[in-house]
Nanobody
């Protein structure tokens, strides 16, 4: 069973960048596809980005396309979310999630394992 730990969140200004990391332990990392989700206060958890078992297949929510980039380093058992041109509406707790399927999914219920989340706050 894999354990996931997110890091890299913080308080930044609009237009700044952050890189989130999701590091896995306790499992064979290459078996898992990974998704990033976020949840703002009073809102549903929403899909942000996903990556397949290799780095070749990625997908993004329309709201972050062109600004965020997901990548993975299987040797380090880590998935990254590079976030550029941050906006106040990106403020949320960001979670990474993993599943033992070849492809990621947009649906949170499709993931078996979740990290504890990291807070990202963007001021205007």
């Amino acid at each position: 069973q894999v354990q996931l730990v997110e890091s890299g969140g913080g308080l930044v200004q609009a237009g700044d960048s952050l890189r989130l990391s999701c590091t896995a332990s306790g499992g064979t990392f290459t078996w898992y596809t990974v998704g990033w989700f976020r949840q703002a206060p009073g809102k549903e958890r929403e899909f942000v980005a996903g990556i397949g078992r290799s780095s070749g297949i990625t997908g993004y929510a329309d709201s972050v396309k062109g600004r965020f980039t997901i990548s993975r380093d299987n040797a380090k058992s880590t998935v990254y979310l590079q976030m550029n041109s941050l906006k106040p509406e990106d403020t949320a707790v960001y979670y990474c999630a993993a599943r033992t399927m070849q492809l990621y999914t947009f649906e949170a219920k499709g993931y078996n394992y979740w990290g504890q989340g990291t807070q990202v706050s963007v001021s205007s």
